[in-house]
């Protein structure tokens, strides 16, 4: 994060709107991929902190970003709600309805497929399906309910 704050400062500095103008090019290009995020519809610019749906932006809290961040930066992996609090809150599991409350604001602001609920065991975006999961609110294609298992 310091790499990036001395970037910023130095272009704010300097009155230039293009920070990567500071750095080679092939450096520059390895820097932008991982400045912007992208799963589907969705892109997550970590520069200046901008969520897009559709290229329109998407208004998020921090702890809306800082979550949707985790989870794309860690595409595949299923996270429980106390991982997510002690890695994207940084503090020790006290509300089990934290981070459902979270999930369900982002599901409304980007769509319900992106963010996936692995029942049992924690959350997940996984990387394959890039939300390709009409009206699935979140479970993958070949979800079934409990009652449909026993």
């Not at 991929?33 to 589907?40: D, F």
């Not at 329109?56 to 809290?61: C, I």
Request: aromatic share 6%; charged share 25%; glycine share 6%.
């Amino acid at each position: 994060m310091l790499f990036r704050s001395v970037l910023v400062d130095d272009v704010i500095r300097q009155g230039q709107e293009d920070p990567l103008h500071l750095i080679p090019a092939k450096a520059a290009k390895s820097l932008a991929a991982s400045l912007i995020l992208h799963h589907g519809s969705v892109k997550l610019d970590r520069l200046t902190r901008v969520c897009r749906l559709d290229g329109r932006p998407r208004h998020l809290t921090g702890k809306e970003y800082r979550l949707l961040e985790f989870l794309l930066l860690h595409r595949s992996e299923v996270w429980s709600r106390d991982e997510l609090i002690r890695h994207v809150w940084q503090r020790e599991p006290s509300s089990i309805n934290l981070i459902a409350v979270h999930i369900v604001s982002l599901r409304k602001k980007l769509g319900y497929g992106i963010l996936r609920t692995v029942y049992g065991q924690g959350y997940t975006i996984d990387h394959e399906n890039n939300n390709q999961w009409p009206g699935a609110r979140g479970r993958s294609p070949d979800h079934r309910s409990r009652k449909a298992q026993l």
